[in-house]
């Protein structure tokens, strides 16, 4: 089975973030966009993993969540990866990115027990599309000026998800949760 670990997001969040993709796609870019409703923060994907080392990673997911709080984070700037000369991939930014980053380094530390690679990747972000070109960027670039960013939302779980791969894109399921338990900071 295929699959990931993340953070979820709220509805609001994510009707949010539909509305910002709506704006967007006026600039007729050349993309492939994320379903607003499956948008997540990743922490770590795992790939293909058998039934056997399920439990193991739910149990990392809850010492995971045991040992870290609960927390509220906004939605901070755009951003392109690689980079904005060179765009593949374009994202909204969240503050917090060393607290967060901390969490996806425990987890990862955590997984190498089960023959996962700790990459160090970890990188704040909410995927909204992956280009395939730079046509139009410029428009981009223009209406993103415009747009207000300054959302708080919760950060309340860490979750498994199930990854499907179909000809309408991927299609996830939660299929394990642990809340964060320390105090909020």
Known sequence: MRTF?????????????EKIQAEIKTCAIDAKWVNPFNTHITL??????QENTLLKV???????????????????SFGFFPTERNPRVFFIATDKEDFLKQIASFLENNLRALGFKKENRFKSHITLARLKSKKNIGCILEKIKAIELNKIFPIKEIVLFKS???????????????????PSI
């Open 164 to 182: 499907t791969l179909t000809s309408k894109g991927p299609e996830y399921e939660e299929i394990f949760k642990a809340r964060l338990k320390k």
């Open 58 to 76: 739910e149990q990392i997911i809850v010492k995971t969540a045991d040992e870290f709080s609960s927390l509220k984070i906004y939605l901070k």
């Open 5 to 17: 670990i993340a953070f979820p997001l709220s509805p609001e969040i994510k009707e949010l973030l």
């Open 44 to 49: 770590k994907f795992l790939g293909e993993i």
